[in-house]
């Protein structure tokens, strides 16, 4: 019923429209310490010749003619060169929307404000550009990131769902941390730990794990963040996370983008995404049935754009545990690979991990990993990606692609040998 699609055919199938990406994180995170990178340059590799990709900061030359030696990419490519955290890639469109209507205009095409999530501000600079904007009206994206607002629609849509308490912080009340202590304490009567995330996650943010012993320090933690509302939930023993990827175009069709694996860090933090393992077909069934419910009630409601649903996997039941209402990190990689495919050939399997080494230039990387750099023809390889954070910490992001899960791990382990690894 719901054929695979690739996102950039969903995105836009018309050859006179120009796509306009702006991977911007801060869209999403009103509240940024030094852990949230804007991660505009993602899209970098996912443009094709005659699309734009828009910066919050400077483009690294030297991997963007990298990956134009290599056919990715595009030459129309917008900085603005913001030093502070204080506006979002799309505010600063706002203020300045000149940069970007000059190449608008040089392409002469009808433009799509493409966003990684789809606030007020997004729906303001789609205006400023004269563009469509692919993507939900606030209302919509914040109702359906909403983790608690998520589980009370999976109910209504007889969903079943992991059993959680909704707990409203308010530091004020010399009472409220007990009252968060004893319903901590409820559940570590029946499981080890609890976990406890902020209602609209942030990057990572506002999640931690408890065993009790901590509970008045993780609290403080959550009063000084500003979160207004936690779920507290019993931590489980996970089988497997699969992402279930779906994407509602502008006139509503809906067309799914496949289901991948998961990869956590300490059950919590996700790290990357693995595509092409087997999983039972119950449990792809079960997903693939759960999904469509809920994205058919998204479409109905007015949600346009990625939606990403999480799930775990135990072994007494499948459960949807969020809803990521906006691109996914693994949306860059899937369109990524969608362009190497056609280049080269089919890509069986595909790994994206959130890696470290030592700080360094691009160039400086490449032949540090010359033996698996991507190189254009041979399949087994690393594709290195979102490396606007490399010469400071070291972070970047590769795509391991491969012919099979042995490759995989092969290159994996010649990696770690390196020094380029996670932490």
Request: charged share 25%.
């Amino acid at each position: 019923m719901y054929d695979y699609q690739s996102l950039r055919k969903c995105i836009s199938n018309n050859d006179n429209e120009l796509i306009i990406y702006g991977a911007d994180n801060f869209s999403q995170c009103p509240r940024r310490d030094a852990s949230v990178n804007s991660k505009c340059d993602r899209a970098l590799p996912v443009a094709r010749g005659d699309e734009l990709v828009v910066l919050r900061g400077k483009l690294d030359h030297v991997y963007h003619k990298w990956l134009r030696s290599h056919g990715l990419g595009s030459d129309y490519v917008v900085e603005y060169n913001a030093q502070s955290r204080d506006m979002t890639l799309s505010e600063l469109i706002i203020n300045n929307p000149g940069p970007v209507k000059n190449i608008i205009r040089e392409i002469g095409k009808k433009p799509i404000y493409v966003p990684w999530f789809s606030g007020r501000m997004e729906t303001e600079a789609a205006k400023a550009l004269g563009a469509d904007l692919f993507g939900a009206p606030e209302t919509e994206t914040l109702k359906y990131n909403d983790k608690s607002v998520f589980k009370t629609m999976c109910r209504q849509l007889d969903v079943s769902v992991v059993e959680g308490t909704l707990f409203e912080m308010h530091p004020e009340n010399n009472k409220n941390c007990i009252e968060m202590k004893n319903i901590i304490s409820s559940y570590l009567a029946t499981c080890k730990t609890v976990i406890i995330r902020g209602t609209l996650g942030e990057a990572g943010m506002s999640l931690y794990k408890t065993r009790g012993n901590d509970i008045s320090q993780i609290y403080q933690e959550i009063s000084i963040s500003g979160e207004k509302s936690i779920m507290i939930e019993p931590f489980l023993d996970v089988l497997s996370s699969p992402n279930d990827q779906w994407v509602i175009s502008r006139d509503g069709n809906i067309s799914s983008l496949g289901i991948r694996d998961q990869i956590f860090e300490r059950g919590m933090v996700h790290i990357g995404t693995l595509k092409g393992a087997k999983a039972s077909p119950d449990i792809l069934n079960y997903i693939t049935k759960t999904s469509v419910k809920i994205v058919n009630n998204m479409a109905e409601s007015g949600y346009r754009g990625v939606v990403g649903i999480d799930y775990i996997v135990l072994d007494d039941g499948i459960f949807p545990v969020e809803n990521n209402a906006r691109f996914n990190g693994s949306s860059y990689v899937s369109m990524i690979v969608d362009n190497i495919e056609e280049l080269i050939s089919p890509i069986p399997f595909w790994k994206f991990i959130k890696i470290k080494t030592s700080a360094c230039s691009f160039i400086e990387l490449t032949k540090r990993i010359k033996p698996v750099l991507y190189d254009g023809k041979k399949l087994n390889s690393v594709f290195p990606f979102s490396c606007d954070t490399l010469p400071l910490s070291g972070d970047f992001s590769v795509i391991l692609l491969a012919g099979n899960m042995d490759e995989i791990f092969n290159m994996e382990e010649y990696l770690k040998e390196i020094g380029v690894k996670r932490n």
